[in-house]
C-alpha cells in the first residue's frame, strides 16, 4: 500500500440531514445525535449541507447553533451555503453569534452562483430585483469583510438612548480565519486563495484540463495554495463518499454497494454543459478505502477530510458508518483522536 507524505491530521463528516415532510423534528433531532456520536468517536468536524425546498436542511447555522449547545469540542461547520440565497451581512450576523455561542467552533462554508432553479424562484426570493441581483464572487467578499470587522456602515454612536455600532455585532475574532470556499474548478480555487479563505474541495469538479477526476482536483488545491497567503500551509479538506463495511450487515453493505452502483455510471465521463466530474463512491472495508485514498492524487495533497455521508439511508446505517470511519479508516489513514477526545 502506498503511503501518504504525512499522517491525516482532521477527520470530518458531512451529512445532509434528510427529513421526513409529515415529521421534520425526527430528522433534524437524528442529526443532531449524529454530531454528538461524533463528538464521542472523536471526530475532528461535522459538516451539514444545505438544502432550499427541499426535505433537507434549509437553515444549517440555525441546527448547529443547537448542536452547539450539545457537545463542547468537535468543530461545526457548513458545506456549503449558497450565499445566492442569503443577505451577506445578516449571514455574518448569524454566523458571528453562532460562533461565540459555541467557543469558536464555527466552520462556515460557503460558495457563490445563482440560487438553483432561479428561474423557478426568483419571484419568491427577490420579487423586486431579481434581474439586478450579482451571484458572483463579490457577495463572498462582502461577507469576507462583515465577518472580518470591516465597517458596515459610516454611521455609529449614540441616538437617543441606543447606542450603534458601525461594524457587524457580535463581533467573533477568529471567525474570518475559519470561513471556507466550496470551489470545484480552477477559477475559484485560485479566487479563494488569494481572499485568504480555506478551500473545500468535494466529490464534484469541473472538468478543465482533463478528464481524471483525481488529476483535476490535485491542479485546484494546487492553484489554491499557489496565490494563498500562507501557501503550503493554507488549508483543505477533501470531501469524498466513503462507506466503510466493516461492521456492517450482509443487508448493509448489499444496499451501499447498490447505491454506489447505481451512481457509478455519471462518474465515466464529464457531465452536462458545465462538464461535471463526479468521484466514485468508495465502499468497501476500512483497509480498501484506505489503499483506494493513498492512490488518489488529491488526497496525497491533504490532511484534512471531511467525508460525505451518503443520501437516505437509515439512522443506524450512520452510527455503524461513522463507527467504522473513526474506529477502522481514520486510523487507517494515520489519523489519531485528539487528546481531549481521548
Not at 452562483?113 to 419568491?124: C, L
Not at 499557489?226 to 461492521?247: F, K, M
Not at 484534512?304 to 473513526?326: C, G, K, M, N, S
Amino acid at each position: 500500500m502506498p503511503l501518504p507524505s504525512q499522517p491525516l491530521r482532521k477527520l470530518g463528516f458531512l451529512t445532509i440531514g434528510l427529513f421526513d415532510e409529515a415529521d421534520p423534528r425526527k430528522g433534524h433531532e437524528s442529526t443532531l445525535e449524529i454530531i454528538q456520536l461524533g463528538e464521542r468517536l472523536g471526530f475532528d468536524s461535522a459538516w451539514l449541507r444545505h438544502r432550499h425546498l427541499q426535505y433537507g436542511i434549509s437553515s444549517p447555522v440555525a441546527v448547529l447553533a443547537a448542536a452547539s449547545q450539545r457537545t463542547t469540542q468537535i468543530e461545526l461547520g457548513t458545506a456549503v451555503i449558497p450565499l445566492g440565497w442569503e443577505n451577506p451581512l445578516r449571514l455574518a450576523e448569524d454566523l458571528a453569534t453562532v460562533d461565540l455561542l459555541s467557543g469558536g467552533r464555527l466552520n462556515p462554508g460557503i460558495s457563490v452562483g445563482p440560487p438553483m432553479h432561479y428561474d423557478q424562484v426568483k419571484q419568491a426570493l427577490y420579487p423586486d430585483t431579481a434581474d439586478a441581483e450579482d451571484f458572483g464572487y463579490d457577495r463572498v467578499a462582502r461577507l469576507l469583510d462583515f465577518v472580518r470587522g470591516k465597517p458596515a456602515t459610516d454611521f455609529s454612536g449614540v441616538e437617543g438612548f441606543e447606542v450603534f455600532s458601525d461594524r457587524v455585532q457580535p463581533h467573533a475574532p477568529g471567525l474570518g480565519r475559519r470561513l471556507w470556499y466550496g470551489g470545484g474548478s480552477l477559477r475559484s480555487a485560485q479566487w479563494a486563495g488569494e481572499h485568504a479563505m480555506n478551500f473545500l474541495t468535494s466529490s464534484v469538479v469541473k472538468a478543465e484540463e482533463s478528464e481524471d477526476f483525481a488529476e483535476v482536483q490535485l491542479s485546484h488545491v494546487r492553484a489554491f495554495r499557489a496565490h494563498h497567503p500562507d501557501g503550503d500551509r493554507a488549508r483543505v479538506s477533501q470531501g469524498l463518499v466513503v462507506i466503510p463495511t466493516d461492521s456492517a450487515s450482509p443487508e448493509q453493505r448489499a444496499k451501499y454497494e447498490a447505491y454506489a452502483e447505481k451512481r457509478l455510471p455519471r462518474t465515466a465521463t464529464p457531465q452536462g454543459p458545465a462538464r461535471l466530474m463526479f468521484a466514485p463512491d468508495l465502499v468497501g472495508t476500512s483497509a480498501e478505502i484506505a489503499e483506494r485514498l493513498y492512490a488518489h492524487a488529491a488526497f496525497r495533497e491533504i490532511d484534512e477530510v471531511a467525508f460525505a455521508l451518503p443520501f437516505t439511508f437509515e439512522h443506524d446505517d450512520y452510527v455503524q458508518i461513522l463507527t467504522d470511519i473513526a474506529t477502522r479508516l481514520g486510523p487507517a489513514l494515520g489519523w489519531q483522536a485528539s487528546a481531549q477526545h481521548a
